[in-house]
Every structure is written in structure tokens, then in C-alpha cells.
């Protein structure tokens, strides 16, 4: 069966790369090339499908992550990551009715169909599929499954509180999959004193948690060892019910060529740090609060770009940190700075401290077998990107130390653009740890490398 | 992070041209320095605003080619001085969607951000070295985006015709000769239209290795402008076509336009896709 799978969506692959290959032979019937009175060598097509399909665009992509450490754990002992992947995208802005068109209306749908050789299922997530309005000159609204980002970090979040895919990051998928879409109405407002962005997200999603257990082997709190598919912890996510609702709000203005941001937040967490039934391993999503700030700017006479973000997480189930089975609030700061250098090379470094609060109340109420823990954990990123063979080579490797955690996980990633469509990516995932029980630590046997090859259209 | 390294490069592109124009100038009279400011001002600041789709083509020895196609929108607060920029990425594939946001200040680093649709991620972008290559072509951030009047001393050579252009020769030498890979420039300016004809760059030994030539000009609503230009690389025989497909002045661009929104939100009216 699985070679048969294989084999259509082989076919479909090449069906739909063909098609849109014959699509885009002729270029866009755009109005503007007729702007400016430049005589146009090009042919203006009026078809209407044209039209359509001209705004089709998409990658397959094949790829195989062999680990090289092994830990018989995980479902899949050889590798991490074995899929092929096709995705389409397409953009629609209608013209008519009247009205609707008046408030430029945007309609996106970009989907993805995957082969995943080491789950052995065929899947088809959508990620992302929403209208986009403008009702008012000064106001867009959103509204569907869409990604959304904010906040200064580079691979880490304090005030962006929207899920995450750890699972992708860790086995070597493109960056685009670290981001997981939420169903969400985003409503924004635009002024030059202030600009607001509101998020309402009625139907809570996760993070897509390593603590599945069955691509990944994690630190399994119940079993107090590294555990991989043995690992039976039950999650029990929010209800679907309008009090569960999330909110998310970002306000931000420039001073001057500083960007400042402020942002509020109620809902949950996004992975299960609250423990319901020790006998059970039924784990839960606590609901929190994330208030915060965040600058980004010029950094002043040594160039680059400089950054700082702050964040109270407000554990609201355990306000006071007595309770053992549910994260404590904290306070989060994140310090970081990038600049670039002669011959294309380009540096980057953070520094983030977490600070637990109730710290007391945690050593007084933890119990032989919870997780150690510190009440300053330290982070520490490095980044740095050199471009080869006029930049179609991209050499980088990116970093996360902490010296609190004594854990490391390095990420070394070589992208070559062969030509305008095929991309070969080949990289690793490196994990080090003194203990099984720190962030990066726990992931130390899932090493692997993984090579991916694309081609865009 | 393939797209940081692509946009960054484009991240560059306008950011030297407006940089301190009139003070430069001032420090840096003569002939050749005047022929070289109207030559800027030309090239970069023509009309109040403009709205612009560029075709790019990067051919290597073998005939392999690699194409850019991209909007852009210019908009000038002061003729010389500050200037607003968004781009945004048709092509290649690989980098659809993406667009840029450049705030050019006289007298201080721009502002530069880049927005990547994939992961709805706005970026702020720091640009210190002009001279790599832009987006893997012949051309370097300077070369696109003019370089700055006061970076070199200016001395008019003489009069020449060059094909059908009578041009002022002007030869362009770096005052601090470490910073970059030529020894000087020497170029010819139409005396007409102030618009470069050709631009010969010479290494350190005094060889000529790099060419530019402007291969097509138009008069678009009156506006003398460059809608086709080349860089040749004459070691590697590697060269790069940049070709202006269509172009509209003064189409009433406003500063309140470049903000944030327009990264994350690309203007219909302005941006056909």
C-alpha cells in the first residue's frame, strides 16, 4: 500500500508541477505593464483561469533525517524524518460586489499535503486560510487560520503566545513550520499617535509538543526517565467553550527610529505545564497571562540593531506557587543584538533569563522526583550566517547555550539555491546535556542530520 | 533564514543615495562634484514619487540565468534627502510575497525592515557593508543605489561623445582607499539628461574589471529615465541585466503609507500581484 500512495502522489506532484509549469509559461496579464507607455514584449492574456491559476505557487519538497544516535525509544529507531511534501498557495481579490470591494478585500489558502513515511500517514493541514478586510481606511480585520508573530526574539518568544511546532524545529523542517496557524480574528487599527492589533482565538491551540513521545524521546516527568513511545502522559486540552477564549493585544508606535511595543495576554499555556492526576499522567494547559514590553532599534554608535523584551507570565491557577503540579509565574527578559560584516557575514547573540517567581514556595512544596529547577534560568543564543558563491550558498549555524541548565543544542544548516526553483537544505540537530531533565538536555539521543530538496514554483 | 540573506540584500539597495547629499556637496565643490550631484539627483530623486516593476537577470559564463522580478515604490520628502522605499517580491518563487521597508535619513543609518509572509514575521534588518553583491548580481548596493557624493573625490576629465551622448567624463577616487575593491571610477554623463552612459571600475593595479552601461532610456511623462542597465563582471564574464518594465511618477504616494501595515499587508492599489 504504501508504495501505491507513494506512487500517486508522485503523479499528482508532477501533475500539478507541470500544470502550473505551463501556467506560468506566459506571464501575468497585469495591468501594469501597460503602465508608462513601455511598449510590452509580452503577451496579455484574458483569460480569466490564467488569472486564477497564475496565482497558484507552491513547493514539493522531499525530506530524510537519519538520526545517528539512536536510543531504540522513539517509533522509528533510524531516522526522525522521512516525508515528501507538496504545498499550494493562491491569493483571491474579488472585484465585485461593489461594497466588498470597496474594503479591498484579500482571500489566502495555503495548504499542505504531506507523506509522513515515519508516521505512515498521508495528511493535509491547512495553514492558513482567512479573508482579509479593510471596513475603514484605518482598519484591516482577519479572520480564519493564519500565522501570527510579534516580539523581538529570533527562535525565542517571551510576548508571542501564539503555538509553536517544536516537533518541526527539532527534526530539521523548513523554519516556515516552527509557527503553527491559530483559527483566530485579528482586528487592527492604524493611527500615528498609537496602532493597535487585537487577537480573539475561541478555539485554544497547543504548542505541538515533543512530549508525544513518538518521533522524539523527552524527559517523561511520570516515569522520571527519557522516555519515547512508552510514554503515556494523557492531555487534556481547554474546552472549546466562549469563556476559554484567548485574547491577545499588541499595541506599538516608532520614537524616532525606535519601535516600541506593548502587549497583554489571557488564555493558556501553550504546552502542558500544569500536572491534573499524578496516577493518571493526565497533563493540562493552565490558564496564564502575559504582560509585557519590548524595544527594537538602532544600536548607537557601534551599528546593528539592538533589541530588549520583557514579559510577567501570570500563572493564574497558581498565583501564590504553592501548588507543585502547575508552573509558577515568572518574569522573563530578553536582551539581543545583530549586525552584519564585510563579505556577507552576518552575527547575532541573545541573552534570556527567566526568572521563577515564588521561588520559596517551589523549593518548599517540591517533592523527591520533580525537576530540579533554578530560580534564574540563563539562555544564551549565537547566530552566525556567511553567504558563499554569490549568496546562492548560505552557511550558518545557529546556537542555544545555558549555562544554568548546562544543556546546548546547535543547529548547523548549509542552503544552497541551485537555480530560481530547486533549494537543497542539509543540517543537523545537536543536542547536549548534563542532565535528562533540561530543555535540550532531554533531547540529547534524537541527534540528527537531514537533508531536504525542493523545488518552487 | 535563506530569506533574511536574500532580503538583506535587498535590504540595502536605496540606503547610500540620499545619504547627506547637500552637506557633501558643500564639502566637496568643483566641477566634477556638480556634474556628479546632478547625476544623483537624476538618477535617484526624479518627480516627487514613483511607482515602479523591475526585472533583474543574473547570466553566468554558461548562459544560466537567474531572474528577480519585483514593485517598488519611491517616495521623496525632500529632493536629495529623505526618501521612502517598499519593495515587493514577485519572483523568484522561492521569495514571493516578501517586501521591504526602507526610511532613508540623511545624516543617520536608515531604517530597514522585512517582512516574511510564511511566518508573519516582520524583521529589523542592519545593513553596514555596501559593497557585497545585491541579490547575487554584478551590481553592488552601491552601484543600485548611487554612492555617496562625499565618499570620493570628484574631477571632471573633459568632454566626450560616447554613441549618440555627448558626456561629461568625470573620474570618481575613494578618499579612504581601503574600503573598497576599486582604485577609482571613471564615468560618463549624459550632459543632457545628467543620466550615466557607462561606469568603468578599475581594482588596485589599475585594471579595468567591472563595466556598467546604461542600454536603454526613455522619456517617461517627460522624465528622462534608465529603463535598462547592465553590469559586466569582465574576469568571469558574468553579467547582470536590470530592466524597468514599467514606471508611473508622481502617483500621489504619502509618508503615512510606509508603515508597518504595509509590510504586513501589501497596497492592492498599488502592487498588482
Given amino acids: 500500500m504504501g508504495l501505491v500512495r507513494r506512487l500517486i502522489l508522485i503523479a499528482f506532484i508532477l501533475a500539478a508541477g507541470s500544470t502550473s509549469k505551463i501556467l506560468f509559461a506566459e506571464p501575468a496579464s497585469l495591468d501594469s505593464w501597460k503602465i508608462g507607455n513601455i511598449p510590452q514584449d509580452e503577451k496579455i492574456s484574458t483569460d480569466p483561469w490564467a488569472k486564477i491559476f497564475d496565482s497558484v505557487h507552491g513547493f514539493i519538497e522531499a525530506a530524510y533525517g537519519p538520526k545517528f544516535s539512536g536510543d531504540k525509544l522513539t517509533q522509528k529507531n533510524d531516522y ?279 521561588f520559596d514556595e517551589f523549593k518548599a512544596n517540591s517533592q523527591p522526583g520533580d525537576i530540579p529547577r533554578d530560580e534564574f534560568r540563563q539562555l544564551l543564543t549565537f547566530r552566525i550566517t556567511k553567504l558563499f558563491w554569490r549568496q546562492t550558498l548560505e552557511a550558518s549555524l545557529f546556537t542555544f547555550y545555558s549555562p544554568t541548565d548546562s544543556d546546548a543544542y546547535l543547529r548547523p544548516r548549509f542552503t544552497w539555491q541551485a537555480s530560481d526553483h530547486w533549494k537543497l537544505t542539509a543540517g543537523g540537530n545537536i543536542f547536549f546535556g548534563k542532565y535528562d531533565w533540561t530543555e535540550f538536555g532531554q533531547l540529547k539521543d534524537n541527534d540528527n542530520l537531514y537533508l531536504r530538496v525542493r523545488y518552487t514554483f | 533564514m535563506k530569506y533574511l540573506g536574500f532580503g538583506l540584500v535587498f535590504a540595502s539597495l536605496l540606503s547610500v543615495s540620499g545619504m547627506e547629499l547637500g552637506s557633501a556637496y558643500a564639502a566637496n565643490s568643483g566641477e566634477g562634484s556638480t556634474v556628479m550631484k546632478e547625476m544623483l539627483l537624476a538618477y535617484y530623486y526624479p518627480q516627487k514619487d514613483a511607482q515602479s516593476d523591475v526585472f533583474m537577470r543574473i547570466v553566468n559564463r554558461q548562459g544560466q540565468s537567474r531572474e528577480r522580478r519585483l514593485a517598488m515604490l519611491r517616495l521623496d520628502k525632500t529632493d536629495g534627502g529623505e526618501q521612502f522605499y517598499y519593495i515587493y517580491f514577485h519572483e523568484p518563487a522561492d521569495v514571493q510575497g516578501m ?132 553590469m559586466k563582471d569582465i574576469g568571469s564574464g558574468h553579467e547582470t541585466e536590470i530592466t524597468i518594465k514599467a514606471i508611473t511618477y508622481d502617483v500621489g504616494l504619502t509618508p503615512d503609507l510606509f508603515q508597518e501595515r504595509l509590510l504586513r499587508r501589501a497596497p492592492s492599489q498599488w502592487i498588482r500581484r
Avoid: C
Fill in chain 1, 80 to 358: 526522525n524524518l522521512l516525508e515528501q511534501r507538496l504545498q499550494l498557495k493562491v491569493a483571491y481579490r474579488p472585484q465585485k460586489p461593489a461594497w466588498l470591494a470597496s474594503w479591498n478585500p484579500e482571500f489566502f489558502y495555503k495548504g499542505d499535503l504531506l507523506t509522513d513515511e515515519y508516521k505512515e500517514t498521508v495528511r493535509y493541514q491547512i495553514r492558513e486560510a482567512y479573508g482579509l478586510v479593510s471596513p475603514l481606511s484605518w482598519m484591516d480585520v482577519k479572520l480564519g487560520r493564519q500565522i501570527l508573530t510579534w516580539g523581538t526574539g529570533d527562535y525565542l518568544f517571551i510576548n508571542d503566545v501564539f503555538p509553536k511546532d517544536y516537533e518541526s524545529f527539532f527534526i530539521g523542517r523548513d523554519d516556515e513550520y516552527l509557527k503553527a496557524p491559530s483559527d483566530a480574528g485579528k482586528f487592527s487599527v492604524f493611527s500615528r499617535l498609537v496602532s493597535m492589533d487585537v487577537v480573539v482565538i475561541p478555539s485554544f491551540t497547543p504548542d505541538v509538543s515533543i512530549s508525544r513521545g513518538d518521533r522524539l524521546s523527552f524527559y517523561d516527568i511520570f516515569l522520571g526517565r527519557i522516555a519515547g513511545k512508552e510514554s503515556s502522559l494523557i492531555f487534556t486540552e481547554p474546552a472549546f467553550q466562549p469563556k476559554n477564549t484567548e485574547i491577545a493585544t499588541r499595541l506599538y508606535r516608532n520614537f524616532g527610529e525606535y519601535e516600541t511595543d506593548l502587549y497583554a495576554f489571557k488564555g493558556f499555556f501553550n504546552q502542558p505545564r500544569g500536572i491534573k492526576n499524578e496516577s493518571t499522567q493526565d497533563v493540562f494547559y493552565p490558564k496564564r497571562a502575559v504582560f509585557g514590553a519590548s524595544i527594537r532599534g538602532p544600536a548607537p554608535s557601534v551599528g546593528g540593531i539592538a533589541s530588549g523584551e520583557v514579559g510577567y507570565s501570570d500563572s493564574l491557577q497558581d498565583r501564590s506557587g504553592k501548588n507543585r503540579l502547575i508552573e509558577n509565574s515568572a518574569m522573563e527578559y530578553l536582551l539581543g543584538y545583530e549586525r552584519d560584516f564585510q563579505k556577507d557575514w552576518r552575527m547575532g547573540m541573545q541573552y534570556l533569563v527567566e526568572q521563577m517567581l515564588n
Fill in chain 2, 99 to 230: 517586501s521591504f521597508l526602507v526610511l532613508k535619513h540623511p545624516g543617520r543609518d536608515d531604517d530597514r525592515w522585512l517582512y516574511i509572509p510564511s511566518i508573519d514575521l516582520v524583521k529589523r534588518i542592519a545593513t553596514s557593508d555596501k559593497r557585497t553583491s545585491f541579490a547575487g548580481s554584478d551590481f553592488t548596493y552601491e552601484d543600485v543605489s548611487g554612492r555617496d557624493l562625499d565618499e570620493d573625490e570628484h574631477e571632471l576629465l573633459g568632454e566626450e561623445a560616447l554613441g549618440e551622448y555627448s558626456t561629461f567624463l568625470v573620474k570618481s577616487t575613494p578618499k579612504r582607499s581601503g574600503d573598497v575593491e576599486f582604485s577609482y571610477r571613471k564615468l560618463w554623463i549624459d550632459k543632457t539628461t545628467h543620466l550615466p552612459v557607462k561606469v568603468e571600475h578599475y581594482d588596485l593595479k589599475g585594471t579595468l574589471y567591472k563595466v556598467y552601461e546604461t542600454r536603454q532610456v526613455q522619456s517617461i511623462e517627460g522624465t528622462p529615465t534608465i529603463t535598462k542597465a547592465a
